[in-house]
């Protein structure tokens, strides 16, 4: 049975995009039945459209987070998703929301490394104050409210090159995100139990 995500995208949702990618190629059989953004004005809803996804956009509008994540659980439920995928969601999601749902979430950098914003400039800094050879990518469970922190689905390594400059290295940072991201999405399912 193909299995359905909802996806949760803040930005400009290059992530969100090559996960709907796989599913219409059939590299997973997977749909992305609803794309939500915290934001209006964001490249990822013009991204969902362009793959005729619907899209939701649910702006804090001075909620606690609390209610919130209480509004947004009741739209995703609407979606009967199989898998919650944050996909540069820039919000804390809170403890009774990820009992609602399975929820992964990818990051930008390897597992206790630079949590939280600009993980990537983060990381290119240390390289260049000679505390760092290499970052990465991740994608754990969000098993709580901590922030890019759970058990991992997937890593994978990314090294500084000699010749990096902050571009280069941030290239190679999403360009391993795309293809991991669809690589976890694809072991999350398989390990919930669903066919991916
Ligand atoms: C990605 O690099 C993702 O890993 C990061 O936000 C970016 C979103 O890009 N997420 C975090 O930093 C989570 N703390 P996208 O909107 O183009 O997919």
Same mark, same amino acid.
């Given at each position: ?42 490249? $990822? @809803? %013009? /991204? #969902? ?6 899209? *939701?956009?649910?702006?804090? !509008? ?53 949590p939280?914003?600009? $993980? @990537? %400039? /983060? #990381? ?6 000679? *505390?760092?050879?290499t970052? !990465?990518?991740?994608?754990?469970w ?55």
């Amino acid at each position: 049975m193909t299995s359905r995500l909802v996806v949760l995208v803040s930005g400009n949702g290059t992530n969100m995009d090559a996960v709907a990618s796989a599913c219409a190629s059939g590299v997973l059989d997977a749909d992305v039945v609803c794309v939500v953004s915290n934001h209006p004005a964001v490249g $990822a @809803i %013009d /991204r #969902a459209e362009r793959h005729g996804i619907p899209v *939701e956009v649910v702006p804090a !509008g001075g909620r606690t987070r609390a209610m919130y994540d209480g509004v947004l659980a009741h739209i995703i439920e609407s979606y009967e998703p199989d898998l919650v995928v944050l996909a540069g969601w820039m919000r804390i999601v809170t403890r009774s929301f990820v009992t609602r749902f399975p929820v992964i979430n990818i990051h930008p950098a390897l597992p206790g490394a630079f949590p939280g914003l600009e $993980a @990537i %400039d /983060r #990381a290119f800094d240390a390289w260049q104050a000679g *505390e760092i050879n290499t970052s !990465g990518v991740m994608v754990h469970w969000v098993p709580d409210e901590g922030v890019d922190d759970g058990p991992v689905v997937a890593m994978r390594e990314v090294p500084f090159q000699s010749d990096d400059s902050r571009e280069s290295f941030e290239a190679r940072i999403h360009e391993t995100e795309h293809t991991l991201l669809v690589e976890a999405i694809g072991l999350a399912l398989t390990e919930l139990g669903v066919n991916a």
